[in-house]
């Protein structure tokens, strides 16, 4: 097993701008001589007085020693110019995302450290093995991508070229970990782990809206307090910024060679088109400013209880997962006095549907990928309500909803009616496919699965990639085990069925797991 640099090795940062400070601010709070480098020699003193700023306020909070802060400062030095990396163990680069500019830097320092000296790059989106293709040693260049605010994010993303030795990226590796950070390691792809992975979480959002599902602050809403996330895709792109976010879209729907998971979306093209980039030009798709109102989720008006509920089952052996997320949500239902009768006879022939909830002629289910409408038409069951996947059934504050076209009102009021007394803001979703919380889960999950069939990472990587990359909930792999592989499947099988695009093509790997399960009930990522 590789280890980390020792802590007398220097470690030189070229660039000083808000990633180049959060990496010397780590490394010399790790105990390393930093030596920053920027073109601007200003630059690196602004630089170096914000990191021991950043060290006073550790200190003030309880969370850094005094002594130990000024020996961190103490460790900081000004670079000025390359020549002064000559005995660097380890140089990370993090300038401008130009490859001509990031390939005649590492050119220059290939002629000024020693020859054990570990280059790396801080490149989000730029091909590692590009970069290092022009160097006489590209095999001692690795992606060392880290996350802003670099002293409070905890990925890194260890990135290796085709010419990279494994025993670099394995240092590199151990390095990041004794920095106290959670690094993956991943292979030189497009998008690495969380820039790919993450592209359907915005747009099927963009897809929703576009569908005029909801508002964009009630799918915030359905995504942040349905499915756990911290924020919702749309305040999420609008503090990116737009310009970053559709660039990012378009550089990997590029580098896939146009693969339609990756399509850019029309709606925010046009905000861009307008100058709506987020909070930093004060509208996207929110206003911003101390006159803009707050955006307010819908939320359906409370309704009657219904004076029945009750619980049905498939004639044949239920999903496992569906009675699981039912258990808990009929255990919600009583816990504020709402009797929930379990099944006693199987359901008539014919009946071919999954667990549901009857109560005021309504039958509930969970979102399998298929609209209300045509779940309501293929199972003869005209008042059909569907609910949206939830993280946590017995914490979550709302829950989804979508009728089918055929619902009766009374029906619909009587779900309405249900939910809110067990404690839920109910919003209502117009009836799309998928819904927005699962649709959403099912295409991270099949987007992991995917770099994971491809060998760009590791399932237990991807997971802690996406958490703490971009603080999901739940890594998407082990999201899927939650919800069952098979129901993510037939999610994007019923998705894909209605859209007719191979934008929701079922993984491969996806497609083995569930094949796995079929034969040893054992399906799953992270299965023993």
């Not at 002293?151 to 240092?171: F, H, Q, R, W």
């Not at 106290?180 to 897809?207: C, D, M, Q, W």
């Not at 803001?425 to 991270?444: E, K």
């Not at 099949?446 to 590791?458: R, Y």
Request: glycine letters at 8%; a negative charge.
């Amino acid at each position: 097993m590789a280890e980390a640099l020792e802590k007398g090795g220097v470690v030189a940062v070229i660039g000083s701008g808000a990633m180049g400070a959060g990496i010397a601010q780590v490394a010399a709070a790790a105990g390393h001589t930093v030596c920053l480098f920027d073109t601007r020699p200003e630059a690196v003193d602004k630089a170096i007085d914000g990191i021991a700023k950043g060290f006073a306020k550790l200190v003030e909070k309880g969370r850094m020693h005094a002594e130990d802060a000024g020996l961190a400062r103490a460790r900081l030095q000004p670079m000025h110019t390359l020549d002064e990396a000559r005995d660097a163990a380890l140089v990370i680069e993090a300038v401008v995302e130009d490859l001509a500019v990031k390939r005649s830097l590492f050119g220059e320092l290939e002629d000024v450290v020693d020859e054990r000296c570990i280059l790396a790059t801080n490149t989000s989106s730029i091909s590692v093995t590009a970069i290092a293709a022009l160097l006489r040693h590209p095999e001692r260049l690795v992606g060392m991508h880290f996350f802003n605010p670099v002293p409070l994010m905890a990925l890194v993303e260890v990135i290796s070229g085709v010419a990279t030795d494994k025993g670099v990226a394995d240092t590199v590796y151990a390095t990041a970990a004794v920095w106290g950070k959670n690094p993956v390691h991943a292979k030189s792809t497009p998008g690495f782990i969380v820039n790919r992975v993450a592209r359907p979480f915005y747009a099927e959002a963009l897809r929703l809206l576009q569908e005029q599902a909801a508002d964009a602050a009630t799918i915030d809403a359905v995504l942040r307090d349905c499915g756990g996330f911290r924020m919702g895709p749309f305040e999420l792109m609008d503090l990116i910024g737009h310009d970053v976010n559709f660039s990012v879209t378009q550089s990997v729907f590029q580098a896939y060679f146009g693969d339609p998971r990756f399509t850019p979306s029309i709606l925010q093209q046009e905000l861009v088109n307008a100058g709506f980039l987020g909070r930093k030009s004060g509208r996207g798709f929110y206003r911003y400013g101390d006159d803009a109102a707050k955006p307010q989720a819908q939320a359906e008006a409370p309704q009657p209880v219904p004076a029945s509920v009750r619980v049905s089952r498939m004639r044949e052996a239920p999903e496992p997962v569906f009675d699981a997320l039912l258990a808990r949500l009929a255990a919600r239902l009583g816990e504020h006095g709402i009797a929930v009768a379990q099944p006693g006879m199987p359901e008539p022939a014919g009946w071919t549907e999954a667990p549901a909830f009857h109560a005021g002629g309504a039958a509930i289910f969970l979102t399998d990928g298929r609209s209300a409408t045509e779940r309501a038409a293929a199972n003869k069951q005209p008042d059909t309500v569907l609910f949206d996947l939830l993280l946590d059934p017995a914490g979550a504050t709302r829950i989804a909803l979508a009728r089918a076209d055929q619902c009766a009102e009374s029906a619909w009021q009587a779900a309405v009616g249900l939910f809110h007394a067990a404690g839920f803001t109910v919003s209502r979703l117009d009836d799309v496919p998928g819904m927005a919380v699962m649709r959403t889960v099912a295409m991270l999950a099949n987007e992991a699965a995917d770099a994971v069939n491809q060998g760009v990472c590791s399932a237990q990587a991807v997971d802690v990639a996406m958490q703490k990359g971009v603080n999901y909930p739940r890594g998407p792999l082990a999201w899927a085990d939650a919800v069952g592989v098979q129901l993510v499947a037939t999610v994007l099988h019923n998705l894909a069925d209605t859209y007719g695009e191979d934008r929701y093509r079922v993984s491969p790997l996806l497609r083995r797991k569930v094949a796995a399960g079929a034969i040893n009930n054992a399906a799953g990522f992270h299965a023993a």
